[in-house]
């Protein structure tokens, strides 16, 4: 896997991007049946969904089979990376690279520091004031409500947050008021129109309970280095067009028309940096049996029994 960091405009550390080659399906991969979805890690089902047109949303349940992609972090070097998201993102992708049972597979990702689809939440404000109503609640069963969610833009953990009495929580929350507390991993999916925390449920209960802010890494599909090349062509041509278009109007009402290059230097920065970092539909394979497959995993995950998804053999 290759990867390099992504800058803005004004220079700052945006995220990293990560070029996958050789992954045609993810340790942790998501399936889909005629609105119905189920991601699997490894052959254990962590997550059944299934849309729900009518209401616009998302009913989900759990099964508490999910295992966290990284490894714990330990306190000494929640110190040393304190403040630092880009050697955060450094470290996260080597685990997601060499994890059998992650979400990566062959394309262009982000792992960013800033998420567009978490910026504001459903009330107008930013974020950092209300930013722990977008933790969906509910298990093992739940919704995800898009009307409240605002489109959700929600963040579904994908086991049972632990609560506050939890020793790792208890430790989490000093660094969460020190301010060295490690960022929480989390996944775009676009079929629940919302994040999954990869890493950081004890991190994300910490902040909670702390009512602080927690730091964040943001993963999602962004387009392909030849589409970004291709767009980046398209664009440069039309920024170009635009700039002779007003230099006529110019040459025809004077100098009360403006040059274009600031409307037109802005638009091409806006589209550049969407083909940059911009989030791609998330992938979803074909559930072997369909929704009768679902059907039946959900049926095991209700009542307790085996739950092997359909392609395990079992």
Not at 199 to 226: F, I, K, N, Q
Not at 247 to 254: E, N, P, S
Request: hydrophobic share 40%.
């Amino acid at each position: 896997m290759r990867r390099g960091d992504v800058f803005g405009g004004d220079g700052g550390w945006e995220g990293l991007a990560l070029e996958v080659e050789s992954r045609d399906r993810p340790g942790l991969c998501l399936f889909a049946a005629e609105g119905r979805l189920l991601l699997v890690q490894g052959e254990r089902p962590v997550l059944l969904a299934a849309v729900d047109d009518d209401h616009c949303g998302v009913e989900f349940r759990r099964t508490g089979a999910y295992r966290s992609v990284v490894p714990p972090v330990r306190a000494v070097a929640a110190r040393e990376t304190a403040g630092w998201p880009d050697r955060w993102a450094h470290r996260f992708a080597e685990h997601l690279a060499e994890a059998a049972d992650g979400p990566l597979h062959g394309g262009r990702w982000l792992l960013a520091r800033e998420s567009p689809l978490l910026r504001r939440n459903h009330e107008g404000l930013p974020l950092s004031a209300h930013w722990g109503g977008t933790v969906v609640e509910g298990h093992p069963d739940g919704y995800v409500d898009w009307f409240v969610h605002n489109g959700s833009r929600g963040i579904l953990p994908l086991r049972a947050m632990p609560d506050r009495g939890d020793a790792r929580v208890k430790a989490y929350r000093k660094q969460a008021r020190d301010g060295t507390l490690p960022p929480v991993l989390l996944w775009w999916i676009g079929g629940l129109d919302c994040h999954v925390v990869l890493d950081g449920h004890a991190r994300l209960a910490a902040a909670v309970a702390e009512s602080v802010v927690p730091p964040l890494l943001h993963l999602h599909r962004t387009a392909p280095g030849d589409e970004v090349a291709a767009g980046t062509e398209r664009a440069v041509a039309e920024y170009e067009a635009e700039l002779v278009r007003y230099a006529g109007l110019r040459d025809r009402h004077g100098p009360v028309v403006p040059d274009g290059a600031v409307i037109a230097g802005a638009s091409l920065a806006r589209r550049l940096e969407g083909l940059r970092t911009g989030v791609r539909p998330t992938w979803a394979w074909p559930l072997p049996g369909g929704r009768d497959a679902w059907e039946r995993v959900a049926r095991e995950a209700a009542g307790g029994g085996p739950s092997g998804w359909p392609g395990s053999g079992e």
